[in-house]
């Protein structure tokens, strides 16, 4: 008889363990604090949805549960860190997850620098980063400069109340300057530029409906629309590729698809690689110089300050690598841009080997979140967050505060966004080519209402008015 208890006493422990170990609803697999799953087969899927994001899930969570929490995407444990501490811990990890960047395989290939983890992805990041490099930069400045004047021209033959399509016309001059200075394409006419975006919007609208509403059965229209639009995204970059193979290089014009070409003779990698790379540097450019605008638009003082700071450190001149630096106030608005309107909200690694955050257990294989925008939005380090104020980046008051703090490209592994440099050129010379010559309103009685996607947009176009300086 006690044989008999002793035997069910050890099967209904061991039928616990099991039970607590394999549902996923339990949290007995972690001590990170964080919900119970809502469902057993979408865990917290529903309440990110409900959230209306993940970004405005992360922030939830934290404010809830402190810098580390955990919840279930599908069956799957996932971590989130927000803290600069906590960053620091995981400063050196450089595999980003795949599960949670799956979602965009279809768009931008298996094959592409996202996935890439381990020797292969160091490998290619060290051969790519060359040409975006500090010291590449000023390769770079003279393009972006007639680009820039060519939207100068445009704008300027816009009456004084007619209403520009802000995002547009953004979106539109970020893609042109991505793709003449990464792949040396001169050629697109504005038509091929509103044709790509226009694909784009569609292919990225679908990419985004996948995180909250799943994917489309085969065959049903959203998946008509995302095929066709890829399809013609597609064609337009493997010509470019076609023409970069095809033209005789100069050898003083060596641009990333060069260093693509020149690392691997696999087409499939090529041709995703230089999509991953269209797309990071457009759709996160051209949102970054939306909402500075906007911004600009919507405090005029600070505008004023921006124009005064033009006058007197150009004057006249174009900006050049050494007055680049010079353009201090400038650089603290691009960073309250990407700050307030957190243009990319997340990022996120993974360790094959059981680890330790935060005094906690991480078992192998989970993902962990960086909220970059979490931290980008803490009181602690930036009080009234939803307050757009430039001078929290003055030379003094970044002194208070840990680097970490602000990574709005992402900071671990050496994997931070390799544009990043690139980028900040891109936006200075930009704006201070427009914001020189132009003073920017925005057309009374819109709401304004972000979108926390992968990429931070607008929800509606943002329609503004200009008038000659
Ligand atoms: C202001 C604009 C930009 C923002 C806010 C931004 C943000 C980011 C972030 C947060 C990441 C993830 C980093 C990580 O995993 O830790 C990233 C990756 C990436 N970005 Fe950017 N980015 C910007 C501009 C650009 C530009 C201009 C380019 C191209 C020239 C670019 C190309 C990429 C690529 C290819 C990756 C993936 C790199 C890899 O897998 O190792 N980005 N970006």
């Known amino acids: 008889m006690l044989?008999?208890?002793?035997?069910?006493?050890?099967?209904?422990?061991?039928?616990?363990?099991?039970?607590?170990y394999l549902y996923p609803g339990s949290r007995r697999v972690t001590s990170i604090p964080g919900p119970e799953p809502t469902t057993k087969e979408d865990g917290?899927?529903?309440?990110?949805?409900?959230?209306?994001?993940?970004?405005?899930?992360?922030?939830?969570?934290?404010?809830?549960?402190?810098?580390?929490?955990?919840?279930?995407?599908?069956?799957?444990?996932?971590?989130s860190i927000c803290s600069p501490e906590l960053f620091k811990q995981?400063?050196?990890?450089?595999?980003?997850?795949?599960?949670?960047?799956?979602?965009?395989?279809?768009?931008?290939?298996?094959?592409?620098?996202?996935?890439?983890?381990?020797?292969?992805?160091?490998r290619r990041r060290k051969c790519y980063d060359t040409v975006l490099a500090h010291d590449y930069l000023h390769h770079y400045y003279p393009a972006i400069q007639e680009i820039s004047?060519?939207?100068?021209?445009?704008?300027?033959?816009?009456?004084?109340?007619?209403?520009?399509?802000l995002?547009?016309?953004?979106i539109g001059f970020a893609l042109k300057l991505g793709l003449v200075n990464l792949f040396g394409s001169k050629a697109w006419s504005d038509e091929q530029i509103l044709e790509f975006s226009h694909q784009y919007e569609i292919a990225w609208q679908e990419m985004e409906r996948r995180l909250t509403e799943g994917f489309p059965q085969d065959g049903s229209s959203r998946m008509k629309a995302f095929e066709e639009a890829k399809k013609r995204m597609s064609e337009q970059v493997n010509k470019i590729i076609k023409n970069c193979k095809k033209h005789k290089k100069d050898p003083n014009e060596y641009l990333l698809i060069d260093a693509v070409l020149e690392s691997t003779t696999d087409e499939e990698l090529v041709f995703s690689d230089a999509l991953t790379y269209v797309i990071g540097g457009f759709h996160t450019t051209g949102n970054v110089l939306t909402w500075a605008v906007y911004f600009l638009a919507t405090h005029q003082d600070i505008q004023d300050k921006v124009y005064k700071e033009i006058k007197?450190?150009?004057g006249e001149e174009d900006v050049d690598p050494k007055t680049y630096k010079d353009l201090v106030y400038l650089h603290q608005v691009i960073d309250e841009t990407l700050r307030c309107a957190v243009v990319a909200p997340w990022a996120a690694r993974f360790q094959d080997f059981d680890s330790e955050l935060g005094g906690h257990k991480i078992p192998k294989n989970t993902p962990v979140?960086?909220?970059?925008?979490?931290?980008?939005?803490?009181?602690?380090?930036?009080?009234?967050?939803?307050?757009f104020d430039p001078d929290r980046f003055s030379p003094e008051n970044s002194k208070s505060r840990p680097s970490l703090a602000f990574q709005?490209?992402?900071?671990?592994?050496?994997?931070?966004?390799?544009?990043?440099?690139?980028?900040?050129?891109?936006?200075?010379?930009?704006?201070?080519t427009l914001l020189r010559k132009f003073k920017v309103k925005l057309i009374e009685g819109q709401v304004v209402t972000p979108v926390y996607g992968l990429v931070t947009h607008p929800e509606d176009e943002i329609w503004v008015k200009i008038e000659k300086r």
């Open 44 to 79: 917290n899927l529903s309440d990110i949805a409900r959230a209306g994001s993940l970004h405005e899930y992360l922030l939830e969570l934290h404010s809830q549960y402190g810098d580390i929490t955990a919840f279930w995407m599908g069956q799957e444990l996932v971590v």
């Open 312 to 314: 007197k450190v150009l």
């Open 408 to 432: 709005p490209f992402g900071f671990a592994g050496k994997r931070i966004c390799p544009g990043y440099k690139f980028a900040y050129v891109e936006a200075t010379i930009g704006l201070v």
């Open 149 to 165: 004047d060519n939207l100068v021209k445009k704008w300027s033959s816009i009456a004084k109340d007619e209403h520009i399509p």
């Open 90 to 122: 995981h400063a050196a990890v450089f595999d980003r997850p795949p599960s949670l960047f799956e979602l965009f395989k279809p768009l931008i290939g298996e094959k592409s620098i996202q996935y890439a983890n381990k020797a292969e992805g160091r």
């Open 3 to 20: 044989d008999f208890v002793i035997f069910a006493a050890t099967f209904l422990i061991a039928l616990l363990i099991a039970v607590i």
């Open 167 to 170: 995002a547009q016309y953004m």
């Open 369 to 387: 979140i960086h909220a970059l925008g979490v931290s980008l939005q803490n009181e602690k380090y930036y009080p009234v967050p939803n307050k």
